[in-house]
């Protein structure tokens, strides 16, 4: 477990569309043992990142009452003891490079985990009381944040920008992206930074154009090797 940019727990085969088709838990959070082109949530996100790389994270930056890094991007932490239960998050991060975990004891073995990723661009991780471990490596350090903070919401964003805030750092709405080949655009709105099956309110892989709706009730939207989206007038 010690190579970076692993793949994340539970790959998802094709698309992914939550209450419409079914997920297929797959691999572990060690081998994509089910296809190079899978892609999927952050319990289910095996993707093959797509898309320009190295895009400016619009609006990730913008909110307000972000604490400084609590949490270096390199180590395995013990939950209570070295890092105390809360939302975190890492930003600027390249190229599927920053990889994390939730685990549930110190073992290693696939078992343990809870819920992991790749991440391009910015991440948001809700570690939990009841987590034992929490894993970075190759991750930019990490900043508790508040979940009360306000900030001030763009109406566009990168489309490989990684996880936003809904209203703090994307203004709910209708989004556009356009442009996206070979399914290598993934989408999904999500209820929570848990980052399990049933985080994700819903989810896509997309060739072509996209279109979404964002929710106010909504807490996060993450966008992985996308077009940039706009807001749809």
């Known amino acids: 477990m010690g190579t970076k940019a692993k793949v994340a727990l539970g790959a998802v085969v094709g698309i992914v569309v939550i209450g419409a088709v079914s997920a297929n838990a797959g691999s572990s959070g060690k081998d994509n043992g089910s296809g190079g082109s899978d892609k999927g949530s952050s319990a289910a996100a095996g993707h093959t990142p797509g898309g320009t790389k190295g895009?400016?994270?619009?609006?990730?930056?913008?909110?307000?009452?972000?604490?400084?890094?609590?949490?270096?991007?390199?180590?395995?932490?013990?939950?209570?003891?070295?890092?105390?239960?809360?939302?975190?998050?890492?930003?600027?991060?390249?190229?599927?490079?920053?990889?994390?975990?939730?685990?549930?004891?110190?073992?290693?073995e696939t078992d343990s985990l809870l819920a992991n990723d790749n991440v391009t661009g910015t991440s948001y991780v809700t570690v939990k009381a009841t987590d034992k471990i929490f894993k970075s490596s190759g991750c930019k350090d990490w900043e508790a944040v508040d979940p009360k903070a306000k900030g001030t919401p763009a109406s566009s964003m990168a489309g490989d920008g990684g996880m936003?805030?809904?209203g703090t750092?994307?203004?709910?709405?209708?989004?556009?992206?356009?442009?996206?080949?070979?399914?290598?655009?993934y989408w999904e709105r999500t209820k929570d930074a848990e980052h399990g099956l049933d985080s994700i309110i819903a989810n896509n892989n997309v060739t072509g154009t996209a279109v979404v709706t964002i929710s106010p009730g909504d807490a996060y939207f993450k966008t992985t090797g996308c077009g940039d989206w706009k807001k749809a007038a």
């Open 55 to 108: 895009k400016k994270d619009v609006g990730s930056g913008r909110a307000a009452g972000a604490k400084k890094a609590a949490i270096a991007g390199d180590g395995e932490y013990q939950v209570g003891s070295d890092v105390k239960p809360g939302t975190y998050r890492t930003r600027g991060n390249s190229d599927d490079m920053c990889y994390w975990e939730r685990a549930k004891d110190a073992k290693g």
């Open 164 to 166: 936003y805030k809904v």
């Open 169 to 185: 750092d994307i203004a709910p709405g209708t989004y556009k992206s356009v442009g996206n080949k070979d399914d290598s655009c």
